[in-house]
T-cell receptor, first 108, second 111 residues
Framework: KNEVEQSPQNLTAQEGEFITINCSYS?????LHWLQQHPGGGIVSLFM???GKKKHGRLIATINIQEKHSSLHITASHPRDSAVYICAVRGTGNQFYFGTGTSLTVIP | DADVTQTPRNRITKTGKRIMLECSQT?????MYWYRQDPGLGLRLIYYSFDVKDINKGEISDGYSVSRQAQAKFSLSLESAIPNQTALYFCATSDFGNEQYFGPGTRLTVT
């Protein structure tokens, strides 16, 4: 049983499209993280949030604590957004749980 | 310079060999982590350390050991490598309650 489930697993979009990646979790959390992993393998933290909504450039992350659900949105997608997006939660016991990732390909 | 560095970046070794992966950070963080990543699976925690005197097993610690030599250094050892330890290994650091910063990863192949 995975504590963190992401959907979809794979996503292909045309450049300019609005993209949504979903994350559901089953444990109590103190924070939720969205990470980006590029084809070279490096992992970068995009957002950390515990409530509400955060925006950084074309990326928006939201979380609904009651529903145990978070979404990552990308507006005006671009080929350079192609990467694997990983949802992770920090449990109340400080343990981290990771989703298996959503592989996004944006076609020019 | 990168905040979190890992050495080596790539390593091929034979079954039964001892291997050490090293991680250094300049973030000044107390907390350090070792993860492995396998295709189709999420990152899985091997060991973590909340300060120099604190070492904790993670989800998949069997076959691994760690050493926290200093606040800035956290090493992962495979005492006797086996093929199913072939994976991408990441070190990460964080402050209490804050985001994690990942190293570039070490690709380990055990033949």
């Amino acid at each position: 049983k995975n504590e963190v489930e992401q959907s979809p697993q794979n996503l292909t979009a045309q450049e300019g499209e609005f993209i949504t990646i979903n994350c559901s979790y089953s444990v109590g959390i103190s924070a939720l993280h969205w990470l980006q992993q590029h084809p070279g393998g490096g992992i970068v933290s995009l957002f950390m949030l515990s409530s509400g909504k955060k925006k950084h450039g074309r990326l928006i992350a939201t979380i609904n604590i009651q529903e145990k659900h978070s979404s990552l949105h990308i507006t005006a997608s671009h080929p350079r957004d192609s990467a694997v997006y990983i949802c992770a939660v920090r449990g109340t016991g400080n343990q981290f749980y990771f989703g298996t990732g959503t592989s996004l390909t944006v076609i020019p | 310079d990168a905040d979190v560095t890992q050495t080596p970046r790539n390593r091929i070794t034979k079954t039964g060999k001892r291997i050490m992966l090293e991680c250094s950070q300049t973030k000044g963080h107390d907390r350090m982590y070792w993860y492995r990543q396998d295709p189709g699976l999420g990152l899985r925690l091997i060991y973590y350390s909340f300060d120099v005197k604190d070492i904790n097993k993670g989800e998949i610690s069997d076959g691994y050991s760690v050493s926290r030599q200093a606040q800035a250094k956290f090493s992962l050892s495979l005492e006797s490598a086996i093929p199913n330890q072939t994976a991408l290994y990441f070190c990460a650091t964080s402050d209490f309650g804050n985001e994690q910063y990942f190293g570039p990863g070490t690709r380990l192949t055990v033949t």
